[in-house]
């Protein structure tokens, strides 16, 4: 079976510092990893993935994601933040392995408050 | 979040009551999805279509009845309405057998009452 974990409910972050949320994963084989942002009232909109090749993935918003395959981990980066960036914020994972259905195993979600 | 759409956007209903929630989609994705997003659980998958006409089970099915007679269509049925279900229910579509991830809806908030 697949799992997602962020160990952090929230992340609270000054405007203008560097901010990470955190994501490790469990998969049988290899995985696919993605990161999604909700804003208030709103669905999930894709921010980035990781299939193969490098393990630094740049996305959307400039945020960048760190895939470590020997810790399990995939978080989520930003050198800078913004005001503008406080949402929550998922992980998803798929394994290689189970074709069948296409489901992506989703996190529990953090809170990232950016503040001024 | 154009190209997928959900329908209501708030919906009130009592105990006991039978309510659809609709989801549509203009691509002609394969693939569809129905989660609920509770507090302290994230997303929990209640069901999932690969196709028109195929249909399977998510984590939290119970309580819950889907079809697909169209590829664009995927609406949720609540039977008969608990106040467990009151929740924040998103669809998804996915192109198919790729890599490539979700797009979600703006989301159905139902409160049972």
């Known amino acids: 079976a697949q799992s997602v974990a962020q160990p952090e409910d929230q992340v609270n972050v000054a405007e203008g510092n560097p901010l990470t949320v955190k994501c490790t994963y469990s998969v049988s084989g290899n995985p696919y990893l993605f990161w999604y942002v909700q804003y208030p009232n709103r669905g999930l909109q894709f921010l980035l993935k990781?299939?193969?090749?490098?393990?630094l993935v740049k996305g959307s918003y400039g945020f960048e994601a760190e895939f470590n395959k020997s810790q399990t981990s995939f978080h989520l980066k930003k050198p800078s933040a913004l005001v503008s960036d406080s949402a929550l914020y998922f992980c998803?994972?798929?394994?290689?392995?189970?074709?069948?259905?296409?489901?992506?195993?989703f996190g529990g979600g953090t809170r990232l408050m950016v503040k001024p | 979040d154009a190209g997928i759409t959900q329908s209501p956007r708030y919906k009130i209903t009592e105990t006991g009551r039978q309510v659809t929630l609709m989801c549509h989609q203009t691509?002609?994705?394969?693939?569809m999805f129905w989660y609920r997003q509770d507090l302290g659980h994230g997303l929990r998958l209640i069901y999932y279509?690969?196709?028109?006409?195929?249909?399977d089970k998510g984590e939290v099915p119970d309580g819950y009845v889907v079809s697909r007679s169209k590829t664009e269509n995927f609406p949720l049925t609540l039977e008969s309405a608990t106040r467990s279900q009151t929740s924040v229910y998103f669809c998804?579509?996915?192109?198919?057998?790729?890599?490539?991830?979700?797009?979600f809806g703006s989301g159905t908030r139902l409160t049972v009452v």
């Open positions: 279509s690969a196709a028109a006409d195929i249909t």
């Open positions: 998803a994972v798929r394994d290689d392995i189970h074709i069948a259905g296409n489901m992506l195993t």
């Open positions: 998804a579509s996915s192109e198919g057998l790729t890599v490539g991830g979700y797009t």
């Open positions: 691509w002609s994705h394969s693939y």
């Open positions: 990781y299939i193969t090749g490098d393990n």
